[in-house]
């Protein structure tokens, strides 16, 4: 809702993505979090005495990447600060972060409101960042372990401007924002491994107001669903505060999913003064135009480059490009197998029929690209019908097989020799005698169980087209 | 064999050449000398160790490294792997690092021997060596005086025959005042020069490594091992080449203009010292160098800027001591985390490193960002500029290091900021000084002058202060 109580929400965003880099931020340890406990750590990010920073250049590179993909102006000039607090998961007691000059600034993303309306969401910044440790609370023996293997790992922090109303937008703006960083290469944003991480800041103001109201902060959201509740509960809250004449404390606040309300997350603290200054044992970021440049050429086709392709180009609908571009492995998948076939839309209903259906949670597809390429063109050129297509790609499904060896081997060509097929037609139609008197006088279902008893006849090969045209042919004599 | 401690490390190291004496002979008689000193100048000595790392060398093939068989000792705030380094801290007290310094493993690789870890201020902070968790260290020309600091234990161990040459590192004059108080050569290198991977911070943009040595050739020589680029320290200087900076050491100074400050004569500096640097300047005059009067920036507003940007850095390099990974945990009972952070840190660190955690913490704060530390990080610039300009003048500054020739033990500076006037701006403007004691007093303390030259210019350094040592060493005194 936009509207209530005559006032209005003004939403802004952080979210935290983890960038794809073999190693972390500031030092050599690889950058994988399914590993042991504290087996991805040196000395550098445990922040032993005596040790120092190193940038990682390709969390440059990628940070860059994004700015191009989000539309913003990259900063040739950009520093590391010291964001200094303490907390057990922040070994140096500080964050390199960037806070004066961000890598880039001045974006925006185009995203489809509710109205189906283009609304342009304002970026402020991106920057680059380190990752803390993970904390794990043990409530039964009152043990807190942590797991260094987070700390250190480069972070984008990607910041809009507070443009967003309503929480279906910015549940948009998420969606889009991911898309656009797994498609760049940027991140691979699995939200469930915590690799893109969303905080809200919102306040509310009355609707002819442009004062900005006292603003909270909403943190540790960790799906779309309960963003979207999460500020619904919190903009409904802000108001009711307010009309019943009380002020909106500014303060940190975690969402309750079960209670659907927010309680805050802090018992004190909030403005924490975390006395920013240069980083002293990092050189600037020097990004010159050529730089720039080369990162822009090396940007891959994003999901709406895709989307526009697939329906101007291949003249899918709007609904199957969708379906496509959803997800990047799929559509990378897709444009595997047209290296292979023309046939691109029995090549879409195969995918978002077959192989959604096959697929499993590790988001494995089990059928080579070459070989489902092959059954979508065997298809439309009538080799196997639609069904033996279906069929074949469940039968093909993690098995190392050719479809063309396949479908010799078990005979699974279709019959296109009209002749044959009119004699099993015949054959049926005097099988079937009753079903033809059902016909003839007004049951149009009596004719499917003709059709059906032909297919099945036929062991499912015959041409289909050609049965239906023969049957009717038959049955209108 | 007269006494091997005596050698400078040039003697050393073609002593071992000319198989006199072998390393594990000289490494047991400095071992010997350091079991009967009472100095307090060592924390750790690596006995073992050294003498069996002597042995290996003694009996290994290759017998080229640069500095092979010198014995040396490195300040307890250098990291060296499996040996405790302590930056002379409750809080370090048991610390053991899991890898060398940079600058270590350069000088094990160049075949010279670790005696041991030498006694500093905690963490850096003081100028006495008095202010250290293992007790104060003494100096050897008088024990009832301080050595000065933070470097007073490598300082007071080359004084004292303990070591052939050690590592100090300088903040805001670290390596330089306690050479100077302990009559040996110090060394404060152009920042970035030296790689300070491995050394425990205290103020990133201001903490230089350096060798403390007895002549001047020595400090050329162990320069040359260190000034190499590490990829592991981000402002290490890239690398151009191999630096052989005791090349052209004996040129002389024809030519050279030398910038005598006109504002350093006040009251606070001490007469033998006023009348030292007179005298060099009188020196160099003569070997065909030119005196040019230049002006230090003020000195007070320095050392302000100093004391403000070296805290703040200070607080936050500091703050990584939170009981958590290593380091000194309160065994007090504690109810909740900021509990635990509080008494570990007031009981782990000693007052004055708390004070300037504390200060350091306050001029970054939102109340005073602005008034302090964003006014400091501008006058250091401007002051940057003034030495730019005064060095499109001259190639050397001469002047002293330090305001006294001595400090009694338990001396209270009423304002150990002011003390630092001659040191300070060096490292605010990474700019390298070298300090070299040229006399003595009558009750025998050492007289010492310091030259500051632009940065990178290590090499005009080494051939004034080459040529001051010379000469009187030739026994025309001051």
């Given amino acids: 809702m936009k509207i209530y109580k005559g006032y209005r929400a003004i939403i802004g965003l952080e979210v935290h993505a983890e960038l794809c880099t073999d190693t972390k931020m500031f030092c050599r340890c690889k950058t994988s979090s399914d590993d042991e406990p504290n087996s991805n750590i040196c000395p550098v990010c445990m922040a032993f005495p005596g040790s120092l920073p190193i940038t990682n250049t390709k969390a440059v590179e990628l940070a860059v990447t994004a700015g191009i993909a989000l539309n913003c102006k990259i900063n040739c000039y950009s520093r590391f600060d010291r964001k200094n607090y303490f907390y057990p998961d922040l070994p140096k007691a500080y964050q390199i972060t960037q806070f004066y000059h961000p890598i880039c600034e001045n974006g925006f993303l185009d995203i489809k409101t509710q109205d189906n309306e283009i609304f342009r969401a304002g970026i402020t910044r991106i920057h680059l960042e380190e990752d803390a440790g993970k904390l794990f609370h043990d409530i039964s023996t009152n043990i807190t372990q942590i797991d260094f293997n987070r700390s250190g790992v480069p972070l984008i922090e990607i910041v809009s401007e507070p443009c967003f109303n309503n929480s279906a937008d910015v549940v948009e703006y998420l969606k889009k924002l991911r898309s656009v960083l797994i498609y760049s290469g940027v991140s691979k944003c699995r939200m469930n491994k915590g690799e893109f991480r969303c905080d809200v800041n919102i306040s509310v103001q009355k609707q002819d107001d442009t004062t900005l109201g006292t603003r909270t902060e909403i943190k540790n959201l960790n799906s779309f669903k309960f963003i979207q509740n999460a500020i619904d509960a919190e903009f409904i809250r802000q108001v009711d505060l307010l009309c019943e004449g009380n002020d909106v404390i500014q303060q940190t606040l975690r969402f309750d999913t079960v209670l659907c309300k927010t309680f805050p997350m802090r018992s004190k603290e909030n403005s924490a003064d975390y006395r920013y200054f240069p980083e002293p044992d990092l050189k600037p970021v020097i990004v010159d135009v050529s730089y720039i440049q080369n990162c822009r050429r090396a940007l891959p086709e994003l999901a709406d480059a895709r989307f526009k392709r697939y329906t101007e180009k291949y003249l899918l609908s709007d609904t199957q490009a969708d379906a496509l571009t959803q997800n990047k492995e799929i559509s990378d998948y897709f444009e595997q197998c047209l290296k292979y076939t023309q046939s691109t839309k029995t090549l879409c209903d195969l995918i978002t029929g077959e192989v959604f259906r096959l697929i499993d949670d590790k988001f494995v597809i089990g059928i080579s690209a070459e070989n489902l390429a092959c059954i979508a063109s065997f298809c439309d050129n009538a080799v196997i019908n639609a069904s033996t297509a279906k069929r074949l790609v469940s039968e093909l499904w993690n098995k190392n097989l050719s479809t063309e060896q396949y479908i010799k081997d078990n005979d699974l060509e279709q019959l296109n020799d009209e002749e044959v097929i009119r004699k099993i037609v015949i054959c049926v139609l005097e099988q079937n005698s009753k079903a033809v008197g059902d016909f003839k006088n007004g049951k149009v279902n009596a004719k499917k169980t003709i059709v059906g008893a032909v297919m099945a006849k036929s062991k499912g090969k015959a041409n289909p087209v050609i049965v239906q045209k023969l049957v009717d042919d038959f049955l209108s004599n | ?478």
């Fill in chain 2, 1 to 478: 064999m007269s006494d091997l401690t005596k050698l400078d490390v040039r003697q050393i190291v073609d002593g071992i050449k000319d198989k006199q004496f072998s390393c594990a002979e000289i490494t047991s008689e400095y071992l010997k000398k350091i079991s009967l000193s009472s100095l307090n100048e060592y924390i750790t000595v690596c006995k073992e160790d050294v003498i069996s790392k002597a042995q290996k060398l003694d009996n290994s093939k290759d017998k080229n490294g640069i500095l092979f068989g010198v014995p040396f000792c490195v300040k307890d705030n250098i990291c060296t792997r499996g040996i405790k380094t302590t930056c002379a801290s409750k809080m370090l007290s048991d610390f053991v690092p899991v890898g060398d310094a940079f600058c270590v493993s350069l000088l094990n690789d160049s075949g010279a021997l670790l005696l041991g870890k030498t006694n500093m201020d905690e963490f850096a902070m003081g100028s006495t060596s008095e202010i250290s968790f293992f007790g104060t260290v003494k100096n050897p020309i008088n024990q009832n005086f301080s050595t000065g600091g933070s470097s007073g234990g490598s300082a007071a161990s080359v004084s004292a025959f303990t070591s052939a040459f050690s590592l100090g590192s300088d903040t805001g004059g670290s390596i330089r005042q306690p050479s100077a108080l302990c009559s040996v050569v110090g060394l404060k290198p152009t920042y970035s020069l030296i790689s300070r991977n491995g050394l425990i911070a205290y103020a990133s943009s201001l903490d230089t490594i350096g060798p403390i040595t007895r002549t001047v050739y020595d400090s050329a020589l162990i320069l040359s091992v260190l000034a190499k680029h590490d990829a592991n320290d981000s402002t290490s200087r890239a690398s151009l080449k191999d630096t052989h900076y005791t090349l052209g050491i004996e040129d002389g100074v024809k030519g050279l203009k030398i910038g005598v400050p006109e504002d350093i004569f006040f009251d606070g500096v001490d007469e033998d010292i006023i009348k030292a640097v007179t005298s060099c300047a009188e020196i160099l005059k003569r070997g065909g160098a030119q005196i040019v009067p230049i002006k230090l920036y003020n000195p007070e507003i320095t050392a302000s800027v100093y004391s403000v940007i070296s805290c703040a850095e200070a607080s936050s390099n500091l703050a990584r001591y939170d009981a958590i990974r290593y380091g000194y945990c309160s065994d007090k009972k504690v109810q909740n985390l900021d509990e635990l952070y509080c008494l570990s840190r007031s009981d782990g660190f000693g007052e004055v490193v708390k004070k300037r955690i504390l200060f350091g913490t306050y001029v970054l704060s939102q109340e005073g960002y602005e008034k302090y530390y964003k006014k400091a990080v501008q006058i250091r610039s401007i002051t940057s500029d003034h030495y730019r300009q005064v060095f499109s003048v001259c190639d050397c500054i001469l002047c002293p290091t330090y305001p006294k020739v001595s400090l009694p033990l338990g001396y209270q500076d009423k304002n150990p900021y002011l003390s630092d006037i001659f040191t300070v701006f060096q490292n605010l403007c990474h700019l390298p000084a070298i300090s070299l004691s040229v006399g003595k007093t009558t009750s025998g303390f050492p007289v010492s002058v310091q030259l500051t030259s632009n940065s990178f210019r290590e090499d005009l350094l080494f051939k004034s202060a080459y040529f001051l040592e010379q000469y009187i060493k030739g026994g025309v005194g001051v």
